[in-house]
Nanobody, 114 residues
């Protein structure tokens, strides 16, 4: 079955960096678009970034120029490098893909202090 396992979250000061990783299994990773989403308390889950099988990327306006999504098809892993973090980046970050339906990981907490 599809499994997505996130890691790398934590507490960081504003201006700092974090690197999130998502380990995927249970599907043909190389043919699926992968995405990172986040959800802050009281807010809806929102798209952060996506990457297609060919490596094309898309970012939310709020993270453009600060976050970078990448993938390693040989290791079935998708990475979200987050730099210049802001307090408003705080939330639970989820890895996601879609195959007949959308699948989610368990999430990893990112907290940015001011």
């Amino acid at each position: 079955q599809v499994q997505l396992v996130e890691s790398g979250g934590g507490l960081v000061q504003a201006g700092g960096s974090l690197r999130l990783s998502c380990a995927a299994s249970g599907f043909i990773f190389s043919i699926r678009t992968m995405g990172w989403y986040r959800q802050a308390p009281g807010n809806e889950r929102e798209l952060v970034a996506t990457i297609t099988p060919g490596g094309s990327t898309n970012y939310a306006d709020s993270v453009k120029g600060r976050f970078t999504i990448s993938r390693d098809n040989a290791k079935f892993t998708v990475i979200l490098q987050m730099d210049s973090l802001k307090p408003e980046d705080t939330g639970v970050y989820y890895c996601s893909t879609e195959r007949s339906r959308r699948y989610w990981g368990q999430g990893t907490q990112v907290t940015v202090s001011s």
